[in-house]
Each structure stands twice: as C-alpha cells, then as structure tokens.
C-alpha cells in the first residue's frame, strides 16, 4: 500500500516565470506558495512598489506524492531542487516560518555576499555537505576550500553554488 501523503517542495522555474508558474498552479488547483516582497522600483518619471518574489527562480509546492512528477509538465517549471538525487522535502514549519517572517516584515531581501579569498564558508550541498572551511581560491564558478577535520586538512574544488558564508560569530 502507498501512503499518499502531501510534502512540500521547491521547484526552479524560468528565470522571471515565479508569478507566471503560481498563476498555473492556482488554475490547477495545486497547493503552492510564492512568497513576494514589495521592492520599490525607480523609473525616469517614477517611483512605483511592486511584488517581486522573495525567492528568485524558485516556488514552493505541496502536492501528492503520486502526483508530483506531472509538476514537470507545467510551462515555467524547470526540475525539483533536489538533495541526494530526490526531489528535496521542505519541512511545513519552514514554510510557516517564511510566511511569519513576511507577515512581520514588510520588506525581506535574501542576500548573498560575494564569496571572498579567507572566508569562513559552508558547504550547502554532495559529499561535504555542511562542512565548514575556508576559502583559498576561486577560479570561475569552482573554488578551493580548506576543511581541516580530525586533525587533517584537505583542499578540494567545490561548485561556487554549494557553498555559503558563515557569518562570523
């Protein structure tokens, strides 16, 4: 017997498609959330807010587990983020997470600094997942990261993608 559950997930969309994707979830009925946040944008003649999404390229879906490969089918929807080869599970308290956050303020920005030469950073993602190093050297989208451990140091090329800054404490 198969459980039928429902689980969050986030999708990539098209660059600038998050509103586009929302829109065809909505029409078809599936459970989504495309957090936005006011951005005021300056024109020539102008000043205007508008809702840009939280998230870039991203929208978070609930859907059953039967039914979340047809997701792929939706114009917009790229692939599942995924984490170890499976479309990742985003924890429902995550999600109620963001939307207190939005709903206490008003203006959010996800930010990430620019990786910098001796940075303390994180590995988001593989083998090394949340390893913590530092950053030696980059070389387009690779970089080099020390990560001593066990009284051992090793050097390794790591996608730029995967990694994070740790914030100094």
């Given at each position: 017997?198969?459980e039928?559950?429902?689980y969050?997930?986030a999708?990539?969309?098209?660059p600038?498609?998050e ?18 946040n ?8 102008r ?5 840009e ?11 059953e ?14 692939n599942?983020v ?19 956050f ?7 920005e996800?930010?990430?600094g ?7 950073v994180?590995v988001k ?13 980059i ?6 990261v020390?990560?001593?451990s066990?009284?051992?140091?090793l ?7 995967n990694l994070?800054i740790?914030?100094?404490?």
């Amino acid at each position: 017997m198969t459980e039928n559950k429902h689980y969050w997930h986030a999708v990539y969309t098209r660059p600038r498609w998050e509103k586009k994707v929302a829109s065809s979830l909505e029409a078809k009925g599936i459970e989504f959330y495309c957090p936005l946040n006011k951005v005021v944008k300056q024109w020539s003649d102008r000043k205007k807010i508008v809702l840009e999404p939280l998230f870039k390229s991203y929208v978070f879906v609930q859907v059953e587990e039967n039914r979340k490969w047809d997701l792929l089918k939706i114009e917009g929807i790229i692939n599942y983020v995924s984490w170890l080869g499976r479309p990742a599970k985003i924890k429902e308290s995550e999600i109620v997470t963001i939307r207190k956050f939005l709903k206490e303020f008003k203006i959010a920005e996800v930010v990430q600094g620019p990786l910098e030469i001796n940075t303390k950073v994180k590995v988001k993602q593989g083998a090394l997942m949340n390893y913590q190093g530092i950053l030696l050297h980059i070389s387009g989208n690779r970089a080099s990261v020390k990560i001593e451990s066990m009284g051992l140091q090793l050097t390794t090329l790591i996608d730029k993608k995967n990694l994070e800054i740790v914030p100094a404490e």
